[in-house]
């Protein structure tokens, strides 16, 4: 069965320009988070997106930071005007909710690079 | 807020050796755990999660312990293997949200 795949797995670009990241979780799953490891903080929280619920957002850095999160599957992480603190591996993870509990599933990342 | 720490943050053991890494956190009304492996340059692969109701999880031979009480999670690996070598990440939420990483345990296991 497919995992949750990310794209692209690597990105370069300029400071100042914007990206978009995107995530496909598991089918069926309706929870699907974001999160972003650096060489100096670990992994950190950004966002999270429950069914048709409002996004849990209280992660995200700053205001250049967004995602969306479409038909209640794929998800764009969108970061205008790059800087180079972005730099950073963005994961994805997605969970299935029924039926209780379950685990966090993670996609490959993408490794985001601002020059 | 709940913060995880995760000792030691490198270990280097001979293969066969039987190890444990350690994670703790501060807030007890953690609801799950889950311990994750990372090799370089990949995503995390999740390995073992724990409930807020049990106690213990097992999957081949890793055994994960869960002790909310005292804050504490420890992820048991038997007779080590090359293969075993990764970093290894435990994480934890509270009612089903957002995860909170420790820093991580670097694992090599020699030959």
């Known amino acids: 069965g497919a995992g949750v795949s990310q794209s692209p797995s690597n990105k370069v670009t300029e400071k100042g320009k914007d990206v978009e990241l995107r995530c496909d979780p598991i089918s069926g799953h309706t929870a699907l988070y974001w999160y972003r490891q650096s060489l100096g903080q670990g992994l950190e929280f950004l966002i999270y997106?429950?069914?048709?619920?409002?996004?849990?957002k209280s992660g995200l850095p700053s205001d250049r930071f967004s995602a969306e999160r479409t038909g209640g599957s794929v998800s764009t992480l969108t970061i205008q005007r790059t800087q180079q603190e972005d730099s950073a591996v963005y994961l994805c993870?997605?969970?299935?909710?029924?039926?209780?509990?379950?685990?966090?599933?993670f996609g490959p990342g993408t490794r985001l690079t601002v020059l | 807020k709940q913060e995880v720490t995760q000792i030691p943050a490198a270990l280097s053991v001979p293969e066969g050796e039987n190890l444990v890494l350690n994670c703790s956190f501060t807030d007890s009304a953690i609801y799950n755990l889950q311990w994750f492996r990372q090799d370089p340059g990949k995503g995390l692969t999740s390995l073992l999660l724990?409930?807020?109701?049990?106690r213990e999880q097992t999957s081949g031979r890793l055994n994960a312990s869960l002790d909310k009480s005292s804050g504490r999670s420890t992820l048991y690996i038997a007779a080590s293997q090359p293969g075993d070598s990764a970093t290894y990440l435990c994480?934890?939420?509270?009612?089903?949200?957002?995860?909170?990483f420790g820093g991580g345990t670097r694992l090599m296991v020699k030959p």
């Open positions: 993870a997605s969970r299935r909710t029924s039926g209780g509990y379950n685990e966090q599933f």
């Open positions: 994480a934890g939420d509270n009612a089903g949200n957002m995860l909170t």
């Open positions: 724990i409930q807020s109701s049990q």
């Open positions: 997106f429950q069914g048709n619920s409002a996004p849990d």
